[in-house]
């Protein structure tokens, strides 16, 4: 029995189809695999206002107490995502750019560091990880996308989209507060192309992720916004220390398995999408 959670019954978010069969049950939730287009997402799912009101505290109701998302900094992330802006974006001069859901900040410190003109900033619901970007210098504040009154040349969104549960409301709140020509930059995992749980690397945190795309239904969902013009890179996770980890991760909870590298079909993906005009 979930504790505190009031759930509603929702259709797939990409295609609308009700059709769907069973791909995972964690926490209590159940997820499905759409049958028309291959979105896996939770069906009966916390109500919206309740999926706010986790997004700012960053504890979920779960059928045996709460899921805890109030991580803390990790530094390595710095680096390794001002490897990916300089991919997109090197040698681009002058943008205005904004992190919704920034967290703890390192994502606006990586665009600092590879793009060191661009003027870059974030957002997020979540008071205690604002403070920590703040501690820290980077520029980050507690507001949601709605009091947002500016406009940037780029919107990233990273390891966002899967949390939200009304993406095209969503979008169309970024796509409001992007100049013309204007990029919204994304990073998401690959779920919706993987046809079995077995497939996917580690847990799904359910229900903090609601909502898992595949490759062609991100680009479905993009375009429906209006981004026509879309170019993505597909990352491999399984390496050696990830493998590595898992493997140590089993042994402490007592069940104790072997993981092998470069056997998932798993990938983490990042686009970037042109707006129109």
Known sequence: MLMQARLETVDCPCCESDGHRHWASENGYDAVKCTGCGTVYIRERPRAEDISAAARDGVHPTEDGTLDQRLRRQGWKVPFYAGIVRRFFEGEKGLSWLDVGAGNGEFVEAVQHALPDAKASGIDPMEVKVARAQQRGVPITAQTLEEVTGSYDVISIINVFSHVPDFQHFGGLIRARLKPGGSLFVETGNGGDLPSRADYPGELLLPDHLTFSGIEQM?????????????????????????????????????????????????????RAYLDG
Do not use: C, M, N
């Open 219 to 271: 680009k479905q969902t993009l375009g429906r916004l209006g981004f026509r013009r879309i170019e993505h890179f597909s990352r491999r996770t399984d390496h050696p220390l990830w493998a590595a980890k898992q493997i140590v991760k089993s042994a402490l909870k007592g069940k104790p398995k072997l993981v092998l590298p470069w056997t998932r079909k798993f990938r983490t993906v990042f686009y």
